[in-house]
């Protein structure tokens, strides 16, 4: 199994001190803490997925639930034009890594400090620390992604700069320990999922819309 380098490094701090606190507590203590450091890696899975062929597919971002799907909204400020949000909710049960719903430029990427309630309240984009990451497609159409921690979360990771060309379903980040993924787009883009719909990042179609020319055909990454 995969793992992203971030779980490696979280879960050494378990690791360490089953080592050092087994060599004097005994075996109950080393296997104990042994297991923690098995579950926090376990939280950095890194699966393989098969991509959509389909040139139309916004694919998700996230492993997740649907908690909302909003159209005719307020928009996102870095285009606010996109006024159709789909919200994802992951729980620390879930695949944390994040991946590009579309094919694109990266134009602006920004890191919101904030707060960390619940990432399934209504306000939590408002309120919470987040990052929001503006694609333009080869078409010029704008899809907004915004990254927010919730209560568990303490580190939003996102690999990408501004400028960077990316592949629909490409790894990007990752949110350690749960959270949310909203993506905001465009009124001619049409949501293909509902409200408690479940879904994987990369492999799972959350709206549809001809947003470039173009044809994927169907791989793994």
Same mark, same amino acid.
């Given at each position: 199994m995969?793992?992203?380098?971030e779980?490696?490094?979280?879960?050494a701090v378990?690791?360490?001190?089953?080592?050092?606190? &087994?060599? #004097?507590? @005994? %075996?109950?203590?080393?296997v104990?803490?042994a297991?923690?450091?098995?579950?926090? /890696? $376990?939280?950095?899975?890194?699966?393989?997925?098969?991509?959509?062929?389909?040139?139309?597919?916004l694919?998700?971002?996230?492993?997740?639930?649907?908690?909302?799907?909003?159209?005719?909204?307020?928009?996102?400020r870095?285009?606010?034009?996109?006024?159709?949000?789909?919200?994802?909710?992951?729980?620390p049960?879930?695949?944390?890594?994040?991946?590009?719903?579309?094919?694109?430029?990266?134009?602006?990427?920004?890191?919101k400090? &904030?707060? #960390?309630? @619940? %990432?399934?309240?209504?306000?939590?984009?408002?309120?919470?620390?987040?990052?929001? /990451? $503006?694609?333009?497609?080869?078409?010029g159409?704008?899809?907004?992604?915004?990254?927010?921690?919730?209560?568990?979360?303490?580190?939003?990771?996102?690999?990408?700069q501004?400028?960077?060309r990316?592949?629909?379903?490409e790894?990007?980040?990752?949110?350690?320990?749960?959270?949310?993924?909203?993506?905001?787009?465009?009124?001619?883009?049409?949501?293909?999922?509902?409200?408690?719909?479940r879904v994987?990042?990369?492999?799972s179609?959350?709206?549809?819309?001809?947003?470039?020319?173009?044809?994927?055909?169907?791989?793994k990454?």
């Amino acid at each position: 199994m995969k793992f992203a380098r971030e779980g490696f490094v979280a879960a050494a701090v378990p690791a360490g001190a089953a080592v050092v606190l &087994g060599a #004097f507590f @005994g %075996a109950t203590v080393f296997v104990g803490l042994a297991a923690v450091a098995l579950a926090v /890696l $376990l939280f950095f899975r890194d699966p393989e997925r098969v991509i959509p062929s389909d040139p139309s597919a916004l694919v998700s971002p996230a492993d997740g639930r649907v908690i909302a799907v909003e159209e005719g909204g307020k928009g996102h400020r870095f285009a606010p034009e996109t006024t159709t949000r789909i919200s994802i909710f992951m729980s620390p049960l879930n695949v944390h890594i994040n991946r590009m719903p579309f094919s694109g430029t990266v134009e602006r990427i920004e890191h919101k400090p &904030g707060l #960390f309630a @619940g %990432a399934y309240r209504a306000d939590a984009s408002e309120i919470n620390e987040s990052n929001s /990451l $503006l694609l333009r497609t080869p078409g010029g159409v704008p899809v907004v992604v915004v990254q927010i921690a919730g209560w568990l979360a303490r580190r939003i990771v996102c690999h990408v700069q501004p400028q960077a060309r990316v592949s629909r379903g490409e790894r990007f980040g990752l949110i350690m320990f749960g959270s949310r993924l909203d993506v905001f787009l465009p009124p001619q883009v049409r949501p293909s999922v509902r409200v408690g719909d479940r879904v994987r990042a990369g492999s799972s179609i959350v709206a549809l819309a001809a947003l470039d020319g173009g044809t994927d055909e169907s791989r793994k990454a």
